[in-house]
């Protein structure tokens, strides 16, 4: 079992940043393909950024302003914020699994509960 615990949302200006934290629990970290996703009101479930012992993708709506990372010592996935836009609000969530392709798609095993962003023009 993996538990995920998302933090470091709020609110901020257009223009500013956020670091979102992702702490998982178990031992096994390093195995699991983690990924973010963020949720607007009235919109679907949007899969922004993975990182895997393959690499990191992006998706087109953040790549050049968002950066995925993680520490594995710390059990933790990071997702750097730069230049916030009011439709960045959201919810953001991270995902874990083992399988690549099911984190990107949306079918990850274990989901945080998200945190609450809001970007303010």
């Known amino acids: 079992q993996v538990q995920l615990i998302e933090s470091g949302g709020g609110l901020v200006q257009a223009g500013g940043s956020l670091r979102l934290s992702c702490a998982a629990s178990?031992?096994?970290?390093?195995?699991?393909?983690m990924a973010w996703f963020r949720q607007a009101p009235g919109k679907e479930r949007e899969f922004l950024a993975v990182i895997s012992w393959s690499g990191v993708y992006y998706a087109d709506s953040v790549k050049g302003r968002f950066a995925i990372s993680r520490d594995n010592a710390k059990n933790t996935v990071y997702l750097q914020m730069n230049s916030l836009k009011p439709e960045d609000t959201a919810v953001y969530s991270c995902a874990a699994d083992v399988v690549y392709s099911t984190v990107v798609s949306g079918s990850a095993h274990y989901w945080g509960q998200g945190t609450q962003v809001t970007v303010s023009s």
């Open positions: 178990g031992r096994t970290f390093g195995n699991y393909a």
